[in-house]
């Protein structure tokens, strides 16, 4: 059983990418992904500091492909800015406080952390945050690039394992980041044990 970590003042929740492109439906769509929403709703108001991410691709974005092989560079359209499948999910509950940063948003450069190219360390530090807890879409790819990200940019990183569903292709690799992340130093908890 994991123990219990108390949220701080000086933590920020980051909640990656829960967008309808990767809900049920979406055009990149993660499987059990909209499962994610609840446990995050959840989390939101124990934080002072909540931070969303987006892919706001451009319409030739590099990671698009017409026929997909569901990897890096490879993904169907997605996320496209300002299109439907690019807002959130209708029932993710973010404050009026909350920070959005927008990722992805140069045609000829991948970029899936949600620190590649933006200014969420800028804004952390700015708010003094020492620790990021994380959950989203993708394990595999978005949140697995933005916890790797976090822990260079010297910030302390819990992921909230159920918070988080895999992309999963081939079988086997959103484990894989899992225990990436958890060598890399970050901390694995579940959504009830964060206080």
Same mark, same amino acid.
């Given at each position: 059983?994991?123990? @219990?970590?108390?949220?701080?003042?000086?933590?920020? #929740?980051?909640?990656?990418?829960?967008? +309808?492109?990767? =809900?049920?439906?979406?055009?990149?769509?993660? !499987?059990?992904?909209?499962?994610?929403?609840?446990?995050?709703?959840? #989390?939101?108001?124990?934080?002072? =500091?909540?931070?969303?991410?987006?892919?706001? /691709?451009?319409?030739?974005?590099?990671?698009?492909?017409?026929?997909?092989?569901?990897?890096? +560079?490879?993904?169907?359209? &997605? =996320?496209?800015?300002?299109?439907?499948?690019? *807002?959130? &999910?209708?029932?993710?509950?973010?404050?009026? /406080?909350?920070?959005?940063?927008?990722? %992805?948003?140069?045609?000829?450069?991948? %970029?899936? $952390?949600?620190?590649?190219?933006? *200014?969420? +360390?800028?804004? #952390?530090?700015?708010?003094?945050?020492?620790?990021?807890?994380?959950?989203?879409?993708?394990?595999?790819?978005?949140?697995?690039?933005?916890?790797?990200?976090?822990?260079?940019?010297?910030?302390?990183?819990? #992921?909230?394992?159920? %918070?988080?569903?895999?992309?999963?292709?081939?079988?086997?690799?959103?484990?894989?980041?899992?225990?990436?992340?958890?060598? $890399?130093?970050?901390?694995? @908890?579940?959504? !009830?044990?964060? +206080?």
């Amino acid at each position: 059983m994991e123990e @219990v970590i108390r949220v701080q003042t000086t933590d920020a #929740l980051i909640v990656v990418d829960i967008q +309808k492109d990767f =809900c049920r439906g979406g055009a990149l769509a993660v !499987e059990d992904g909209d499962a994610v929403v609840p446990v995050l709703n959840r #989390l939101i108001p124990k934080f002072g =500091c909540v931070v969303f991410t987006r892919d706001w /691709h451009p319409v030739n974005h590099c990671s698009f492909d017409d026929e997909p092989r569901f990897e890096d +560079k490879s993904w169907p359209p &997605h =996320c496209v800015a300002d299109t439907p499948g690019a *807002e959130f &999910h209708k029932d993710l509950k973010l404050p009026s /406080h909350a920070i959005v940063i927008n990722t %992805a948003t140069e045609p000829d450069v991948e %970029a899936y $952390s949600g620190f590649h190219g933006t *200014e969420l +360390k800028e804004r #952390l530090n700015e708010r003094g945050v020492a620790r990021v807890f994380v959950g989203g879409l993708a394990t595999d790819y978005c949140v697995k690039y933005t916890v790797l990200d976090a822990i260079r940019e010297g910030f302390e990183v819990v #992921l909230v394992e159920d %918070a988080c569903r895999g992309i999963d292709i081939p079988r086997g690799t959103a484990a894989e980041a899992l225990a990436e992340m958890r060598q $890399s130093g970050a901390v694995l @908890v579940r959504a !009830e044990d964060v +206080k």
